[in-house]
């Protein structure tokens, strides 16, 4: 996919959550901005209640996306279901929509009322939507080939040489240059990189090398810096995810479960939509 097609792919996403959002806001406005003592007075109270044709509707749709965006996105990850026909981040952001867009629908299968053990599942579904947020940021951050792929460390580390070898043995590079090499490559810091590597250039253009020579030995000290901070993000974010699914995975079992009670309980008392 190209990154214009990506952009509309993302925006199309937003656009329609956003829409559907106003559209139910618009059309129930009235309703939920009545009080909850009130409301049985609605005019179409049985429409927009939650075990109304309208609101359970909402109710049932909003469950099959987040049951269909967690069920398709674990079998591309886990065990490679459409590898071949869809890649891994697209799916993600698919997966992402279902469960942002589902959880709203299902927001307004409530009537806004809540109580009880329906608020456990609201706010776990509130807790598994925002950590999917922070976990999709987290994502992004992870470097990745040019098809979308995740690295891996061993990837990383096998792109990396010994830069000081390589330089002495091709350009014979005194020990004075390789040190100032081995402490920009050393530096987190990138203003401090900035400034080092044009201090790199100044000593690399006093030395009797061809413009060339310099401009590889400058293009070679970036490309493993670069690789050298891939590494370290790469550390931090496989940190993070540990802490994350800490966050994510629970609430996201504990909203299934009461999901499936709360539905368990409708089809007890009777409440079958239309059928």
Known sequence: MKKSAHIAYISGMILITIAVTLYLFYIGFTY???????????????????SGIYGQGLGILGTVMILFGVTIYIARKRYNFLAKHIRLKYLLEFHIFLC????ILVLFHTAFKFGGII?????????????????????????????????TMNELKEMKTDLAVVLHQKFNLE???????????????????????????????????PKSDRSTIIKMVKNEISLSKKIRRLQAMQRLFKYWHVAHMPFALIMLVIVVIHIGVTLAFGYKWIF
């Not at 942002?100 to 959880?103: A, F, K």
């Open 100 to 103: 942002t867009l589902g959880p």
């Open 175 to 209: 020990s004075n240059t390789l040190e100032i090499i081995a402490d920009l490559m050393s530096d987190e810091n990138t203003t401090d990189n900035r400034k080092k590597l044009g201090y790199l250039r100044k000593v690399l253009n006093r030395k009797d090398l």
């Open 119 to 151: 608020s456990v599942a609201f706010w776990s579904m509130v807790a598994v939507v925002l950590s999917g947020v922070a976990g999709r940021f987290i994502y992004n951050q992870i470097p990745k080939t040019i098809e979308g792929r995740q690295m």
């Open 32 to 50: 939920y901005n009545t009080s909850l003592e009130e409301r049985f007075y609605h005019p179409r109270h049985n429409w927009f209640k939650p």
